[in-house]
């Protein structure tokens, strides 16, 4: 139990330092063209989850690598984490706009507190899982690294009642490192 402590800890101490980090952090951080659709299918695959079902379209998009995967394992660990029996991921492109969902059928956060629940250190009640070991950092640092990216995301009721992440990048269809 008391590894278990300390683990939980040290995520805690590992997400703040990164929080911190991103907020201080004057300059961007380094970009480079990355295939968001092997990305998400890298990190889908390592969760061996049979709730997961995942549709992606071939995506390249300009980020920083590291900074979009803590961003997109934080959301994927909370879908799994609430979810009861459905998290789809779905992944596609128009040419000028990338979209990406993250759904789930699990408790959902009420539509008063979507906004709210990006904030540090936030936790919406009755959604909170007395098991998580969650504090309310996981959306804060998803927050800054999807601007990173220059992403727009928002917090929306699934088609299942639960909750679906959406999140959306511009692409300038003229630049061929953006090109999906």
């Known amino acids: 139990e008391m590894d278990a402590a300390l683990d939980v800890l040290s995520d805690l101490m590992e997400d703040v330092l990164t929080l911190s980090r991103l907020r201080l952090n004057q300059q961007a951080a380094p970009r480079a063209a990355l295939q968001l659709d092997q990305l998400l299918i890298t990190i889908t695959e390592a969760c ?6 995942v549709c992606v379209a071939p995506c390249t998009l300009y980020a920083n690598r590291a900074l979009l995967e803590r961003a997109l394992n934080n959301f994927l660990d909370n879908a799994r984490k609430y979810a009861r029996e459905h998290i789809a991921i779905e992944l ?8 990406l969902s993250i759904s789930d059928d699990g408790p959902g956060i009420p539509e008063k507190d979507q906004e709210r629940a990006k904030q540090a250190f936030v936790q919406v009640k009755g959604r909170r899982l007395p098991t998580s070991g969650g504090v309310g950092l996981g959306l804060a640092i998803a927050d800054l690294a999807l601007k990173d990216s220059e992403a727009l995301w928002s917090i929306e009721a699934s088609k299942w009642g639960g909750t679906t992440i959406l999140i959306r990048w511009q692409v300038d269809p003229a630049t061929p490192a953006l090109m999906s």
Do not use: A, F, V, Y
């Open 48 to 53: 061996h989850d049979p709730r997961l079902h």
């Open 92 to 99: 596609k492109s128009n040419g000028h706009q990338i979209e």
